[in-house]
Structure formats: structure tokens, C-alpha cells
């Protein structure tokens, strides 16, 4: 079974329009974390967000918050105010315990000028 | 500090030759991990180090495959008999133990390997 799905295989978005990446995840760790990542056409993966199985708070860090319904094990990126940059592959991926992290296959973002 | 950094960024090789990757972590990061990405795909884990010790490693890292981190700075992972299934983008990442502030791997450019 997958640990992390990522429903959005392409997505296409008007520039500076808001956008949410969905994430869903699988374990039955009760310690874990979640990460997305950006990864544009260089290849290089870029940090964006963390949030704590523990973390009373959604995490945010500038124009990305991330919604965490733990319930739910739902865990999407919102990415406010789109620009043109943000254009790459985005991918949800998980810690648990231990120190490896699990990527989803990842959804590919185009903002649209 | 210039980040995580890896060479070659490209690699072509011949099916049935052996190749050689090195990662250089961040400097402070004690712990060091290797990352297979196949395209369309999400990065799959292959390994990781904390300092010299290899702690983990993926079924997916055959024998054909072998990762060192001698002297817990650099690693190197090296491929024998090379087959075109290798044929990927090969990612480092490194990490600060967890506990510390620090939570996220940070990842370097990547080697793209081709086998032709």
C-alpha cells in the first residue's frame, strides 16, 4: 500500500491565484512528519514546509502553509498568491521514526501568466 | 558552507561498467542518505550513514551496489555491472540527528546516470 498519495498528477493555475497540492498519507506510527518539497526542471529539491505528528499548529513559512487534518491524514500544501516561479514538481513525503523519508509520485504545478 | 554537493552531475555509461558517485554533505550533518528518482517518480530510498556507520538500506539497493562513508565526511555509492534499469537521477541528501532543531534532509543537484 502506498504510504503517500498524491492525487494530482498536473495541475494548471492562473497566476496569483491560491493553490492546494493534496497530500494523503498512511502509518500507524503515532510519531512521524511530513515534508513537501519542490523540485523545479534543475532537478535540485527544495524544502519547503515541515509539520509534527505532535504539532498543535499548521505549519507556515512565508507563502506556503500547510493544512493538516491528522484525523484524516491529509496533509496539503496551499501556496498563496501564485507566481510564475512556482512552476516545478511538488512532493509530499513522510518520516516515520526513523530517519528515511517517503516521497509521493509528486504533482506537476504550472501557473499560467 | 555551499550546501550538499555531488559529481559527477552527469554520468553516460556503457551497460556492464561499473560506475562511482560522491556526495559531500554539509559540513555539521552527521547523517547522510542516498535517493534513486526514476522519471515521473517521487525519489525512492536507497541508504543512509550516521557518521561511518551504515544504519539502513533498501531492498531496492541490490548487491550490484555499494555505498561507503569511510571517515564519516563523504560518501560514495558505486554501481558494478551497470544495466540500463540504473539509469536515474541518483540524489544525496544530508541531516542533523533528529532532536535537533534542525528536521529537514537537505538534498544536493543530483547525479543523472545513463546507460546506454
Known amino acids: 500500500a502506498q504510504k503517500i498519495t498524491q492525487t494530482q498528477p498536473g495541475m494548471f493555475v492562473q497566476e496569483k491565484e491560491a493553490v492546494t497540492l493534496d497530500c494523503t498519507y498512511d502509518?500507524?506510527?503515532?510519531?512521524?512528519?511530513l515534508f513537501w518539497y519542490k523540485q523545479p526542471s534543475s532537478g535540485e529539491m527544495i524544502f519547503l514546509i515541515y509539520?509534527?505528528?505532535?504539532?498543535?499548529q499548521n505549519a507556515t513559512e512565508g507563502r506556503y502553509s500547510l493544512n493538516f487534518q491528522k484525523a484524516r491524514k491529509s496533509a496539503n500544501l496551499v501556496i498563496s498568491a501564485s507566481q510564475l516561479g512556482d512552476s516545478a514538481m511538488y512532493f509530499c513525503?513522510?518520516?516515520?521514526?526513523?530517519?528515511?523519508?517517503?516521497f509521493g509520485k509528486g504533482t506537476r504545478l504550472h501557473i499560467l501568466p | 558552507d555551499t550546501g550538499v554537493s555531488q559529481d559527477p552531475r552527469h554520468k553516460i555509461t556503457k551497460r556492464g561498467q561499473n560506475v562511482t558517485f560522491r556526495c559531500d554533505p554539509i559540513?555539521?550533518?552527521?547523517?547522510l542518505y542516498w535517493y534513486r528518482q526514476t522519471l515521473g517518480q517521487g525519489p525512492e530510498f536507497l541508504t543512509y550513514?550516521?557518521?561511518?556507520?551504515?544504519?539502513?538500506k533498501s531492498r531496492l539497493l541490490s548487491d550490484r551496489f555499494s555505498a561507503e562513508r569511510p571517515k564519516g565526511s563523504f560518501s560514495t555509492l558505486e554501481i558494478q555491472r551497470t544495466e540500463q534499469g540504473d539509469s536515474a537521477m541518483y540524489l544525496c541528501?544530508?541531516?542533523?540527528?533528529?532532536?535537533?532543531?534542525?528536521?529537514?534532509?537537505?538534498f544536493g543537484p543530483g547525479t543523472r546516470l545513463t546507460v546506454t
Open positions: 541528501a544530508s541531516s542533523l540527528p533528529p532532536g535537533t532543531l534542525s528536521r529537514e534532509q537537505y
Open positions: 502509518t500507524s506510527d503515532p510519531s512521524y512528519g
Open positions: 509539520q509534527g505528528s505532535y504539532d498543535q
Open positions: 513525503a513522510m518520516r516515520e521514526g526513523g530517519n528515511k523519508i517517503i
Open positions: 559540513s555539521e550533518h552527521n547523517r
Open positions: 550513514f550516521q557518521n561511518e556507520a551504515q544504519l539502513e
